[in-house]
């Protein structure tokens, strides 16, 4: 069986992008996701775990690309290891394989891991405090739409005429579940 290369990149929305994660790093596939890394709800990183195989190497810019929170990223990390592949994080130079259990790395990835979960939990904190300033001076109106008036006509549409999945629609039009729920229900 051949050995394959994969790169798994992520970034938290749609307006950034990822040109400084992995650069120079050769791969046979390259998975990115533009999601937030809160949790494994992500489609590209579903894709690749369903097709990686023994032998098989996956290539991480840093762990915070892969998880913001400590448990999914011991989790993901054990899930893939525990098939046979090797999964590398470039920025901690760290990498874990299958049937090698180095504590000391273990340990670096859980503290590392921990960090970039404080890390979103202060910049969520951040954010909140911001709103409420916000509020308090008549400054803030809710966030801004995403989609265009005629997008929403086009979403209730097509989401009335049930040609097509609302988790198509959704990826379709670069939204959460939520949000269309949302654009549905007004």
């Known amino acids: 069986m051949c050995q394959m290369i994969f ?72 899930e893939i290891t525990s ?12 990498t874990f394989e ?17 960090v970039a979960e404080l890390e979103r939990s202060l910049i969520l904190e951040r954010q909140k405090e911001g709103i409420a300033l916000a509020k308090l001076k008549g400054k803030y109106k809710g966030g801004k739409h995403k989609l265009s008036p005629q997008e929403i006509a086009e979403l209730k549409e097509l989401a009335n005429s049930q040609k097509i999945s609302l988790s198509e629609l959704a990826r379709k039009y670069q939204i959460s579940r939520p949000t269309l729920y949302a654009y549905l229900k007004n």
């Open 7 to 78: 790169n798994y990149k992520r970034v938290s929305t749609i307006e950034q992008n990822t040109e400084r994660q992995l650069l120079n790093i050769k791969c046979d596939r390259e998975f990115e996701d533009k999601l937030s890394g809160k949790d494994r709800n992500r489609p590209q990183l579903e894709l690749l775990l369903s097709i990686i195989r023994a032998g098989d190497i996956i290539n991480v810019h840093s762990m915070d690309r892969l998880a913001r929170n400590t448990r999914d990223l011991l989790n993901l990390v054990e």
């Open 83 to 94: 098939k046979g592949v090797t999964i590398k994080f470039h920025k901690e130079n760290l």
């Open 98 to 114: 299958s049937g090698k259990n180095d504590p000391y790395q273990k340990l670096m990835m859980t503290m590392l891991g921990a």
